[in-house]
């Protein structure tokens, strides 16, 4: 079936940058989203990007989209502490429905 | 935040009651989501709706029922709580095809 995958984990210091991959079978919808979920909060729409581009910057983050590869990445310059979170990769199923990866919980250590 | 309320934010119930969760949105949107997020499953797609008195099942609809009597108010029954049904509800809008979620609403079934 139409699924999303993502690492679980990732960690990083303070300053770099962070990269979040994510893979899907199928997409089927205009657009690919990122979303952001801090402890105790609903999900925020951090990015998204249409089907049909192949990159989206906006100031620190940048979507990269390789359609041929069904691959999806974040990229956050500049990490901060308050980039904690967990990060969820969210594609359109065939049925108009969203497919959602499980979430990469990113750390920032100081 | 794209309008969107959810009520209660937190409660907790016990086994076999009726709970019914709210979802408000002031901006006319006509596609509402209930989603459930759970550990494990990452969030799942409960029920929605497309319009006044038009709703479809989502994924895991079993227990769950819905009614949407005006625009602006999607509002989600358990008709008798169980609890496998713990967890956290998230409502959900269609805006221009992106999808914005409300803060969340928690329910502990005891």
């Known amino acids: 079936g139409e699924d999303v995958e993502q690492s679980l984990f990732l960690s990083v210091r303070e300053g770099d940058s962070s990269v979040i991959n994510c893979t899907y079978t199928d997409s089927s919808s205009t657009y690919l989203y990122w979303y952001k979920q801090e402890p105790g909060a609903g999900l925020q729409l951090l990015t998204y990007i249409f089907s049909n581009m192949d990159m989206k910057q906006d100031q620190r983050l940048t979507v990269l989209l390789n359609k041929k590869d069904k691959h999806l990445s974040l990229r956050i310059a500049d990490t901060q502490t308050g980039d904690s979170a967990i990060y969820f990769c969210?594609?359109?199923?065939?049925?108009?429905?969203?497919?959602f990866g499980k979430g990469t919980k990113l750390s920032v250590k100081p | 935040d794209a309008g969107i309320t959810q009520s209660p934010r937190h409660k907790v119930t016990e086994t076999g009651t009726p709970v019914t969760l709210r979802c408000h949105q002031t901006?006319?949107?006509?596609?509402m989501y209930w989603y459930r997020q759970d550990p494990g499953h990452g969030l799942r797609l409960i029920h929605y709706s497309y319009g006044v008195k038009d709703t479809d099942k989502g994924e895991v609809s079993d227990g769950y029922s819905v009614s949407r009597s005006k625009t602006e108010d999607f509002l989600l029954t358990l008709e008798s709580a169980t609890s496998s049904q713990t967890s956290v509800y998230f409502c959900?809008?269609?805006?221009?095809?992106?999808?914005?979620f409300g803060e969340g609403s928690w329910l502990t079934v005891v």
């Open positions: 959900a809008i269609s805006s221009g095809g992106i999808i914005y």
């Open positions: 969210v594609v359109g199923g065939s049925q108009g429905n969203l497919i």
């Open positions: 901006e006319n949107h006509r596609y």
